[in-house]
């Protein structure tokens, strides 16, 4: 499978933006789709993860409440839908794809996009 993210940009804090991440290739509904975030100097680090059907999600704490994913199957493409957005949320937004139902198993995730570049102004 190859992924394609988009929608990253700049904004104020406090401000909205919504990423979406499409994919070419068979069996889109039978990855896992997750998304990772690498801040300057930092290592990158999970942001969130939904499962096959959608039906199951995990978040990183520092964004639960404020980020929603979500994926339409029919459209190959997974959203990250990004509210209230805080100068510490800027970093290059990644998409994965795991092979599997579990979603958490951070180590299967093994198919990448390209990142899209989120900046949050304050």
């Known amino acids: 499978v190859q992924l394609q993210a988009s929608g990253g940009g700049s904004v104020q804090a406090g401000g909205s933006l919504r990423l979406s991440c499409e994919a070419s290739?068979?069996?889109?509904?039978?990855?896992?789709i997750g998304w990772f975030r690498q801040a300057p100097g930092k290592e990158r680090e999970f942001v969130v993860a939904i499962s096959w059907s959608g039906s199951v999600t995990y978040y990183v704490d520092s964004v639960k409440g404020r980020f929603t994913i979500s994926r339409d199957n029919a459209e190959n493409t997974v959203y990250l839908q990004m509210n209230n957005l805080k100068p510490e949320d800027t970093a290059v937004y990644f998409c994965a794809a795991n092979p599997s139902d579990r979603a958490s198993q951070l180590s299967g995730y093994e198919y990448w996009g390209q990142g899209t570049q989120v900046t949050v102004s304050s």
């Open positions: 290739g068979r069996s889109f509904r039978r990855y896992s």
